[in-house]
């Protein structure tokens, strides 16, 4: 009976070490799915941009490099927003793909809606807010013109070939 039981604890042992093994080399292989200098979150690819350029401009600099400025509809979850905070510069405003061609009516740089309204009303452009203002992780409308130190890209493949690196 004892042998039985040493036999189980061994084979335990030896499964734990070979699915250890085998989460390790996940976690090893997850860490590459992203070029250089791009942070990788859920399966995208991101890179922080510190040109001062406007909305269109930063669009414009995100496809030169087969991405957009951010879209997705993870604008409200915690995770992301705490994700971005800490890749984000916190002292600076960034640009997002969020866009208002009509009054009242958002969308994604791909034409997606967004129907969730700004925290402030009356400019066409998205952005989101720095660390330091209390409005920490809310998005903004913000004039299209302004230059804010920092746009998000995002690359919705990974490993995908382009300029960089």
């Known amino acids: 009976m004892y042998i039985l039981y040493g036999v189980l604890v061994l ?4 499964l734990l070490m070979v699915t250890g093994i085998k989460c390790m080399t996940l976690r090893l292989s997850q860490l590459k799915l992203c070029r250089e200098g791009w942070v990788s979150f859920q399966s995208k690819c991101y890179l922080m941009s510190t040109s001062t350029v406007t909305w269109s401009k930063a669009e414009s600099l995100c496809q030169s490099v087969r991405g957009h400025l951010f879209k997705n509809k993870m604008l ?8 971005i905070s800490n890749v984000a510069e916190a ?8 866009v208002e061609h009509e009054e009242g009516h958002w969308t994604w740089v791909d034409g997606t809606d967004f129907n969730t309204t700004p925290t402030v009303n009356g400019e066409d452009c998205g952005q989101l807010h720095p660390s330091y203002r209390n409005q920490r992780k809310l998005w903004n409308d913000a004039d299209c013109g302004q230059q804010p130190w920092t746009s998000l890209s995002y690359r919705g493949h990974t490993n995908s070939t382009g300029p960089l690196g």
């Open 91 to 98: 002292r600076y405003s960034y640009w997002i793909g969020l």
């Open 11 to 14: 084979l335990l042992l030896i």
């Open 76 to 83: 409200s979850s915690f995770y992301f927003k705490d994700f």
